[in-house]
């Protein structure tokens, strides 16, 4: 009976010892779970980016050309007019050329008479040298035929060629298109007395200005920093605001001389332009295109810190750990992780992100309507555009 009533107050007193501790015990673990902090996940994906090279630039006729007299004189008519479109070897203007039609005639005329001279020369040696076959003419007057048809000969040569010098000025006296094209200027009109050297009268001005436009070149100039990301080929869309249009190019020239005021270098880049649609001193905008990158990216929202020192948060085993990281913007929401994470790790952030510190326990939520970060870290790479 003893034993009975001693038994019954020990196993009262186990009984609510282990009730107190089956008490204790949730609010521990309730108690831990209140202190977690609650964040998101944001992963660093490996991605193709694609950074396009932009600049302005303006459009510049593929030929111009002004086009002056090639002999001096008087202008007497001009052919075409501002706007006109021409083709190779069509008359622009013409230089009064009665004084060169009258010195053609002369010179055909001397010509005429070189040849009958020649002629007559040939006789005479021929004659000589048959007579001095036989014994009847001496050497000596043999020579002077010789020489005497080889003078006529001489004088033939350089009638022929004044007369070959007087036509070609006579033809100068119309100038003709060197190429196709839209004519843009015109100086001048008829009636001014123009020379070809410098100091003459009238000047060396030019008469029309003549542009070759059915291809026109962007020129366009572009930061320094970005020369490596591009060569001779690498493409590009040029963009005419003025006439709302756009072109797929090219970059077809570098220019060596990079500007060491605006430390800027110059490109150049076509434009097929039959319609003549696009116009010489047009502005641009010009978008070059280098082949994509591999990078890693993060957004913005899980980076902290400074320009000078930046870090984010990781969770390591339910803790926050500071990670330094060196970064470079690519966007106003991304940014290239250059050290310190690799592709699939994931970064802590959300609007609890300011209140970590190194040690801090941390619950990882998923961002209420969207997906589930690690499947989307798991993605393949893609290309993408800044």
């Given amino acids: 009976m003893f ?74 008519e001009i052919f075409v007019r501002v706007g006109d479109r021409v083709k190779e070897g069509q008359p622009l203007f013409r230089t009064r050329d009665a004084e060169w039609r009258l010195k053609v005639a002369e010179l055909e005329n001397q010509v005429k008479l070189a040849e009958a001279d020649v002629r007559n020369a040939q006789k005479v040696f021929n004659r000589s040298s048959e007579l001095h076959e036989k014994g009847f003419v001496s050497s000596g007057n043999l020579d002077d035929a010789r020489r005497g048809r080889d003078a006529a000969n001489a004088k033939l040569g350089m009638a022929k060629a004044q007369l070959a010098s007087a036509q070609q000025m006579l033809d100068d006296c119309i100038v003709t298109a060197p190429f196709d094209g839209v004519i843009t200027a015109r100086d001048v009109d008829e009636g001014k007395f123009m020379a070809t050297r410098m100091g003459g009268m009238g000047g060396p001005g030019g008469v029309l200005e003549i542009m070759k436009i059915d291809i026109v070149a962007a020129i366009v100039n572009v930061p320094e920093i970005y020369l490596s990301k591009f ?27 990079v500007d060491h005021v605006t430390r800027s270098v110059e490109i150049r880049l076509p434009i097929r332009n039959e319609d003549y649609a696009v116009k010489p001193g047009l502005f641009v ?57 690799k592709d699939g790790d994931m970064a802590l952030a959300g609007p609890n992100l300011p209140l970590l510190i190194e040690g801090m326990p ?25």
């Fill in 3 to 76: 034993l009975r009533i001693v038994r019954f107050p020990v196993l009262a007193m186990m009984a609510l010892a282990l009730a107190a501790c089956g008490e204790d015990a949730p609010e521990d673990v309730a108690e831990t779970g209140k202190d977690a902090i609650a964040v998101f996940a944001e992963g660093v994906r490996a991605v193709e980016l694609a950074e396009p090279v932009t600049g302005t630039g303006t459009i510049a006729a593929h030929k111009t050309t002004a086009l002056g007299p090639r002999v001096d004189g008087i202008i007497e």
């Fill in 362 to 386: 941390v619950r990882v939520e998923v961002r209420p309507g969207a997906a589930d970060v690690t499947a989307a870290s798991d993605a393949p790479g893609e290309t993408e555009t800044r």
């Fill in 231 to 257: 060569e001779v080929g690498t493409k590009a869309t040029i963009y005419v605001d003025s006439i709302d249009r756009s072109y797929e190019s090219y970059v077809a020239i570098i220019n060596d001389r």
């Fill in 285 to 341: 905008r010009v978008e070059v295109h280098p082949r994509p990158r591999h990078v890693l990216t993060l957004p913005r929202t899980a980076l902290l810190g400074t320009e000078a020192s930046r870090y984010v948060f990781v969770a390591d085993e339910g803790k926050a750990k500071r990670v330094n990281v060196t970064v470079r913007q690519i966007d106003a929401t991304r940014v290239e992780v250059l050290e310190g994470l």
